[in-house]
């Protein structure tokens, strides 16, 4: 049942650094306990705060090394880079208006990078980055981490294998409660830098989980969107970006078939709702369903058939699922093990592409630069299109 | 526990005649159901179909006296008028575009109507019954069944005590899946009609359960609909009407708050949905999630706070809700008790009527012709937006 | 769908008295419900309470004739069998130490008897009404109304089928929480009888629903039980009788299968729960989920497969489901409707007796006399065995 | 939230050895995620197999030294102890009847010992270890990993606070369906061993699982347990060892309430189920339910209020549960971070034990082998019961 990439290889840990992630800082940690659980990577090096003094006692906390607890991530690239026993990867943890300079940074210094989501605060730099990124011959590994899940993998295969048919319907939400209220003009640091148009970008809400609902429906219908008409709003007094979005979506034809078409709801203003992903696709002969807050569950229902309850590691679970299982059925795997399996696939890139002429096997399943810039270009539809009072708008070039 | 409207008061059942819900109907049986459960009305004449010979073995089989199984409904609202014995009120279970024909033969004879939803097949048809509604004195009662479930009614007067808060986002849906494939054309007698033009009206999809579901929302939140932008489609190849909707909505706002906002989705296309109502309903203080099957359980999550269970008849459940309880928490309720209170809601007011200058007691609670009304200016409006590429638009005066 | 016993046939409905039932009542207003929802009974006389005056005040809320509300049952039942259009059916639902008394004046007096459980308050009395029962030729129905469930239908015709294979594990539970405090004491009148082994007989918890519990286990799976070994309890100081059970089974061994055991769970002092029976079995084939607060829904795993669900009138339901279906799937059905479809087997089996040496059709499901003698042999054994400090019992001849 | 023993200190990682867990074990590969998980732990040194090349052959897949994978346990226990890099820590992950040479072996040689439950496999093996253990002066832990779920530290603290109130009733249970057929015939590795009473002991489905679920339910009541009755079955013909078992619990009564009562079930021969262990605790304040294959909820109802869903990292959990949670509610943790909760708390208490007259500070919470040597007599003690045809039997001294 244990995947390649999730086979406990150790020809060595792979060397790893990290760009933000310091004290009070949630991301960082997750990408932390994702790196270490399966033994991929040992993380040796880092820039994790912008204050110096901060990062120095992070990098302490966390068993780094003295000299490798860099003030900036510039210092950061160019020592390691120069170092024999120097980083392969960087994870880069900061506010999204961060991820460009310091992604570039790394790229530059010939050093893999693993970045989180969304890709840039603005499409610019998202344009930027994928020339950066295909320049420089390195991978980078966009942590749309719930494409990790193992019951997501199967019901993108179980697409792909034509189990459902033709796709009509695509319906996807990402409620959550935590910004119902000003929180942050009250000092919680999650809330301030998401909701500051400065560090975010243009979107709020749509930005932060908005973008990951919509990467799922598409990751797991592989359907392109052709056109959106959204509704942002801003419900709290104040607050500077959008806190609720409703999205109609039109995706694009495919082999004869009506174009498909899809909800997208993201809010993070619904009281009793804490981390609240769900994905429903149905089409011509069947419909699936699945929920984030329990994972390792998808249910299936071929037409016309009683609903089956599929499992993780259990009974009518498939090999997309089981390349990324790690134990068996009712052993409930989480968040942190999703996550996980993006961070074990970009080892088994980065192994690879230790050869001489190196290749990414095609079975590697990750989000891209690729992905994130069609993430950008997502929220800039969404953006404008409320904008222009829910105007079906194409996704820009 | 035990409602006024739901006790067995029998100062003699009402004579009750009902129009269509003969052989191989759905919805005629429902409301015979709905009719006896109380003990508030007995059957004692029909027009079942409109087929005589069918109309009259349909009679026979409900124990209906020969003489009072009728061939035509003209006949029956004529011959019922004229006797001392006859119907005090009529159940119209056709479809939708026999309802304004019915409804008024039988008003214009002195008898109050008990009418299927939607009002009518046209807009035009609405405002003309509402004119005659008004005009003749009579009750005429609506069955949008699924507000007469008791955590429905809590959850309407949980907004209406501000437990919520300002309301901010309405999300309900409707999915089914029974008309995935095109059974209208293998002689499905329900599935004929309801895809029919002439017969359902301008309204496929969003008609039959979009009104429901759009009925719910407003019924529970109070919030008027500003505009909408509609999204139809039809899936299935050679129907006639949509059998999908997408719809965004906008509430008009109240008390300097922020316009509330809503998500609308109706299907018939989706497979594992068998009758999958849902509405969620988040405000500033509070929200509220309920599943109609799952009915007799209401979530509330009071902002902060652990998600709390409400059970129909048990611990949390409110006047509201006692009011249309027959049986203790843990002994579920379903959709015959939950359509049956709207009988006997209506029980009550032809009760009330009776009297000299007798008025409908302000607590009974039950959908009117005026609701009717609105759900035809929905379809219109939805219908309208969609053909102009998802325009906001208002509901038609 | 329809079944033959919710037909709505209406010959003209079965002419129904009732035994206790009067204001303040639980039961009796359930059985009313019941009776009346198929429209196949017609209450029409009554001994609704013990108490001359609230007997005759409750007759008259329930719309009967004057001269028909009894003072006493032994009055009613004479006085019904001389008038031409006396009763033909009685209900019984009184506490159950008046079970006996009752169903003997009636049964003597030529009338069929639908009586509640348990059968009575001793294990003397049930002996010596099977043999009045059988020496009447009347009908004799016990209103285990859980049998009623379609999905419980479903259930015993899967068992009946092999689909489970040679069942090895019975596991039924039935909490509740509303005796947790001694509620009896402060004039609750359903708490009152109950915990009175006068009114009630030797079992509380054990008697009032752990019957319930064993006979819907028995009625799924048609298994004998051997032996059992029961601990009784009584949690809540200076109350009567036990207010929590744990027992467990040991069925007769059928067809060189080894045994099955079965463990049974009662319990009236379960805080957070309502009226929670639940059943599971397990075979060597597969297994099968039933709740009874979530009563349309049966799952079912077939060994080595994915979990389905099951729903009433939805897929996968069989026709032991659809003869008791009312409506379609996803239109919930609950308590009322299960506990109807005993009426209305009832009403069947009435109308067949009817005719000369008429005989109760196979097809018609329900609990008979000698169930209601095997639910107080069950009570014994327990008793005795939790006596004996859960000395392994079998149920007494 | 992350609490001390999650914080990733690394004042530098614990080296750890590992005996069994070889290619092809299950049990092993979980003890590595929960040691790495968190950081605190590196495995350095590995007698992976009782066959000395798939030792060196799994070691050096874990990117073991060669020289330090070792052909056996009493070697590595030898070598290790003599190197000035030997490892601190052991795990024993082997079949239950090695537990005791294995932990012998490791303590004799001054290194903490951390193994798998059940402690060993006969009740004798046991009380030696237990003398082993406390004569050494050396951490002993045994990974009944389920207490390490923050929902059940949690309801400990909550049992412990008095918020349920006297504890009345306690039900446990654990089916699994794997063994269901006679696998262990067909050469699974897992099942083999299982059902061998040379390797597993006297217990089979009670030693494996049963264990588990009956050190969950004292560890969240913290009752001790008086007497109990069992009856334990072996349904698969020709399995040597039980695969189901049926407990009735008697718990030693406290400060003058009545004694609470329990029943215990677990099953490998259940279809349908998984790895179903499930909590349900009731006392006279209060109920609460949970459910491992649903971790993260944990139901709280307090007598006569609605019932509450308490979340990890969510609203309701408490500071017992934050000391063991890494992220944000919503964000589902699962069984291998519950295992690594155990395994952190280790490394914290050998961290503390490094100081001179090191004491293993109060707040640290792992089951120890008095635990393990508690388990040992329940085994003993429903083995015994059974064989008594369920006579109470109290756990051996």
Redesign the interface.
């Known amino acids: 049942m244990?995947s390649a990439s999730n086979?406990?290889?150790?020809?060595?840990?792979i060397r790893l650094g990290m760009v933000g992630g310091g004290q009070g800082a949630?991301i960082g940690?997750?990408h932390?306990?994702a790196a270490?659980?399966?033994?991929h990577f040992q993380l040796v090096a880092g820039a994790l705060s912008s204050d110096p003094d901060r990062a120095r006692a992070s990098g302490a906390?966390?068993?780094l090394s003295p000299d490798r607890c860099y003030g900036s991530f510039e210092e950061m690239a160019r020592a390691e880079a120069d170092r024999p026993d120097g980083i392969e990867a960087v994870s880069v943890v900061t506010p999204n208006n961060m991820h460009y300079p310091v992604a570039k940074a790394f790229l530059e210094a010939g050093i893999h990078v693993i970045c989180d989501k969304p890709l840039t605060s603005t499409l610019d730099d998202a344009r930027k980055l994928v020339d950066l990124v295909e320049k420089s011959g390195k991978l980078f590994v966009l942590t749309h981490n719930y494409t990790g899940y193992p019951m997501i993998r199967q019901a993108r295969s179980m697409v792909e294998a034509g189990e459902l048919g033709n796709i009509?319907?695509v319906?996807v939400?990402y409620?959550?409660?935590w910004l119902?209220?000003p929180i942050e003009r009250e000092g919680q640091k999650q809330a301030a830098w998401r909701t500051d148009p400065e560090r975010s970008g243009a979107g709020g809400c749509i930005g932060d989980i908005g973008t990951h609902a919509w990467n799922l429906a598409t990751f797991v219908t592989m359907l392109k969107t052709d056109r959106l008409?959204a509704?942002l709003?801003t419900?709290v007094p104040g607050r500077l970006l959008d806190d609720?979005a409703?999205v109609?979506l039109?995706f694009r034809p495919e082999g004869g078939a009506?174009a498909a078409?899809?909800?997208l709801?993201a809010?993070q203003?619904?009281?009793?709702?804490?981390?609240?992903l769900k994905l429903?696709v149905?089409?011509?002969?069947?419909?699936?369903?699945w929920a984030?807050?329990?994972?390792?569950r998808l249910?299936?229902?071929?037409?016309?058939?009683?609903?089956?309850?599929?499992?993780r590691g259990?009974?009518?679970a498939n090999e997309a699922a089981a390349r990324v299982t790690?134990?068996?059925?009712?052993?409930?795997?989480?968040?942190?093990?999703g996550f996980a399996n993006i961070y074990s696939e970009a080892a088994a890139a980065i192994r690879a592409m230790r050869a001489e002429n190196g290749k990414v096997p095609g079975e590697l399943l990750f989000p891209t630069v690729h992905d994130g810039l069609d993430g950008m270009r997502f929220i800039e539809a969404c953006v404008n299109s409320s904008k222009a009072?829910?105007k079906?708008t194409e996704l820009p070039a």
Do not use: C
């Open positions: 244990v086979t406990e290889n150790h020809a060595g840990p949630f940690a997750v932390r306990y270490r659980l399966d033994g906390e966390l068993g009509r319907v319906q939400e409620p959550q409660d119902a209220e008409s509704d709003d419900f609720n409703h109609m039109r009506p078409k899809g909800m709801w809010s203003v619904s009281p009793g709702n804490e981390n609240g429903r149905y089409g011509t002969k069947g419909g699936i369903e984030q807050e329990d994972p390792n249910w299936f229902t071929p037409l016309g058939q009683p609903k089956r309850l599929i499992t259990g009974t009518g790690r134990i068996p059925g009712g052993h409930p795997e989480g968040y942190l093990e009072n829910g079906w």
